[in-house]
Each structure stands twice: as C-alpha cells, then as structure tokens.
C-alpha cells in the first residue's frame, strides 16, 4: 500500500521549539533594531523617519507577545504557519531598510539568514518561496528606497561607513548562524528521536497484538483437553484404589497442580498481552500483594527469598492479574540465574510504587541493558528468549510505569519496577 503524503497544514516535525527559535531570533531584531536606530540618531546625528522605523519592532514585539500566547496549548505548528512567520520577518525587514538606503545599506545581508532558515524549517517548495520573495525583495531595494540623510560630517564617507556596517553586519550574521543553526539541528534531532520511539512502541505494541493472538489461540486449541485432563485427574483422585495409595495420590496431585500452572501461564500471557486484562479484579493492599506474590514463590522454589519491606503506608489497590505476571516473570528470571536466592525490596516515593528485584547470578551482558524490552533478546540461548521482559516492559508501559535495569558492583543484576499507585488505585473505603 503506498504510503499517503503528510498533508502541508499537519504539525511539522519539531515545530513548536523552531517556533520558539524564530519568536528568540525576532526579539533580537527588535532590540537590534531599537538599538541601531538609538545609535545612528542619537550618535550619528542621522535624520531618520523614526515613526516609520519605530513600527516595525513594536508590530514584531506584538507579534511574539500574540505567538506566545495562542501557542501555550499548542502541540506544535503546521508548514503553512511557519511559512507565515518567515514572511513577517522577511517584510519587516525590507520596509526597514526601504527607509535606511536600501540596497544600499549593508544589512541588507541578513535575508541570507532568513533564507537560510526557510531551508532548514520547510521543505523545498516552501523554502522557495521565502528565496523568491527575499529576492524580489532585494531587486526592489536595488532601484527603490529613501537614501540616508546623513550629516554634513559623514557626506563624503559614504564607503567607510558600508566597510564598517558591512563587518557588523558580518559578524551578526556568523553569530546568528552558528546559534540558530546548532539549535535547529537539536530539535529535529530530538524530534526524530521521539518518532523513532514511537515507531518502535508501535512495533511492539503490534507485537503484543499478534502474541495475544496466538495466546488466544492456543487457549482456545488447549482449553478443551486441559478441561478433559482436569476431569480425568478429578475422577481418578477420587478412585478407592488411587486414594488408597499415597504415592498414587500425590502424583495425581502433582499432576493436577501442574494442569492448573499451565492454565495460568496461559491466562497470564493472555493478560499480558492485553487481552483479558482486568477480568475478575480483586481489591487488596500494595503490601498484601506483594507478599502473597513472594509467599507464591516461596513456595514453588526451594531457594531462599528475602523480602525487605519499606512500603511505610499501606495503601489499597486493584489486584491486576497482569501485574501479577509481570511481577512473577522477573522473579522466575532471578531464581534461574541465582540458584542461591533472590532479594527483593519495595518502597514508595509519592505515587510511584517501586519493587526491586535483585539476584546473584552473573548479570546482564551489557548489550542486553541496552536492549532490555526487546522481544527475543536473552542470554539464555532458547528459543523464545526475551519475551518475559518484553511482556514486562510493555505491562509496566500500559500502566504508565517504566523498568529499570542495572548490575550491581558485587555482581549480579538489579531490576526495579516503577509503578504508579493511580494506575492501580481502589475507589473504596477499604481493602479486603
């Protein structure tokens, strides 16, 4: 399918601060131009329209004063409007130096800056036009403008004079060059920063997508003979026969604990990946879910897990089952690479719930920091590797937290998860 063209009225990239840099570069030609006025009139001794020349800053000063103000709740502007700015800038130029020689005047330079800014802000039919009308501008200036009415003492230095107008005008120029250019670049390369992340999500929210949809359908293809097996295994713990036998009976056991574990795993990938999410909520307390999560897992693993609590109030929540996930596939990430236990701590700092999960294994390789959430991404060298985190980063994405991953001086590998309590928050007057 051929991608459609981004229409010209549409937010251009990185618009709002070019924006912000051509309402900075706006005020410096109002106070250069208040200034340059002040010093030929004052110093100079030239006779000057001053109401003429004086306009023009005050309608630039207005201007910013009305850009500043319509663009506060704005998220960015379109090609059309910065286009509009450029112009404004271009005319006030020319009507000031229609009145101080015209071409004739050495500061004439300065719509090479403004040129140059059309060509980075727009794209090139756009940046054409501000050329064109920049030199329409000047071939105008060439052949109509008011002369300076200089003093009898400046009459006969006309060429020393532009020489020294020429170098400021010069180094004005470079000076503005070198500034507006370094910032420019930095906002586009900031903006393209923030679309490339958000191509990535995108990427990987399509991910989830198409996980759960393979989640889903392996639900559906296994829900039935998991419910024949759960059957089956029902029947036969309540045979005479097995129920007499005590190894019988606990294997029967281990066997339907098992069934069950493959039924959460399955609706916790389900969960995960959005879909389900939030079925059957529970009401409970940060601390409370927590700790059944660890007494879970102390459980199911014979090393040792240590919880160190600094949670201070408690504070009641929405148990969401794919927290829950979320939680224990960090916690099974740990144990299989730190045989001899895990520690884990939680802490709040205003509305972020933080849990630290930390192991004594070898650590992430330092590529993997890197690329940590990345689907298929591991160390582990198995096929499918990489999708706990990834299922993680996205969840935690989802709730609008975020995960922190580190290795810690005395080795092994730290993983904090930020969590914030609105996202979780229970409206009721307690937690069960």
């Known amino acids: 399918m051929a991608t459609q063209p981004t229409p010209d009225y549409d937010i251009a990239p990185a618009s709002y601060g070019n924006m912000g840099l051509l309402v900075q570069l706006r005020w410096i030609a109002v106070l250069g131009q208040l200034v340059t006025i002040w010093v030929a009139w004052r110093v100079l001794g030239v006779r000057l329209p001053m109401a003429e020349l004086v306009a023009v800053p005050a309608l630039l000063a207005l201007m910013n004063i009305g850009t500043w103000a319509y663009g506060r709740q704005r998220a960015g502007y379109s090609y059309l409007e910065l286009l509009g700015a450029l112009m404004l800038d271009v005319e006030a130029l020319s009507w000031q130096l229609y009145f101080t020689g015209g071409a004739t005047n050495p500061f004439i330079f300065l719509f090479l800056v403004q040129i140059m800014l059309g060509a980075i802000l727009l794209p090139a039919r756009w940046s054409w036009i501000v050329a064109l009308v920049a030199c329409c501008d000047v071939a105008f200036l060439t052949f109509d403008y008011r002369p300076l009415d200089l003093p009898p003492a400046y009459v006969g230095e006309h060429f020393r004079l532009y020489l020294l107008g020429s170098l400021a005008c010069f180094v004005l120029i470079a000076a503005l060059l070198v500034y507006f250019v ?171 719930w933080q849990i630290a999960v930390r192991d004594f294994g070898p650590g992430f390789a330092p590529d993997m920091i890197e690329q940590v959430g990345r689907p298929y991404r591991s160390t582990k060298g198995r096929d499918g590797g990489g999708l706990g985190l990834f299922l993680v980063v996205n969840v935690l994405r989802q709730l609008g937290g975020r995960i922190e991953v580190s290795n810690t001086e005395e080795g092994g590998a730290l993983v904090i998860l930020s969590i914030p309590l609105s996202a979780l928050a229970f409206a009721g007057k307690g937690a069960s």
């Open 182 to 352: 370094v910032r420019m670049d930095r906002n586009q390369r900031a903006s393209s920063a923030a679309l490339a992340a958000l191509r990535q999500q995108a990427a990987e929210e399509n991910h989830i997508v198409r996980l759960g949809l393979l989640a889903s359908g392996a639900a559906h293809e296994l829900g039935t003979p998991m419910a024949s097996m759960s059957v089956i295994l029902g029947d036969w713990a309540r045979e005479k026969t097995i129920a007499g036998d005590s190894d019988l009976s606990a294997d029967v056991a281990d066997m339907q604990a098992e069934l069950k574990r493959c039924k959460t795993i399955l609706s916790g990938i389900l969960m995960a990946a959005g879909e389900v999410r939030g079925e059957n909520p529970s009401v409970t307390t940060a601390r409370g879910f927590l700790c059944q999560i660890v007494e879970d897992w102390r459980a199911r693993s014979p090393a040792p897990i240590t919880l160190d609590d600094r949670l201070g109030e408690d504070v009641p929540i929405i148990a969401d089952p794919a927290l829950r996930q979320v939680i224990g596939n960090v916690v099974d990430n740990a144990l299989e690479v730190s045989p001899e236990g895990i520690a884990i701590a939680t802490a709040r700092d205003g509305d972020i």
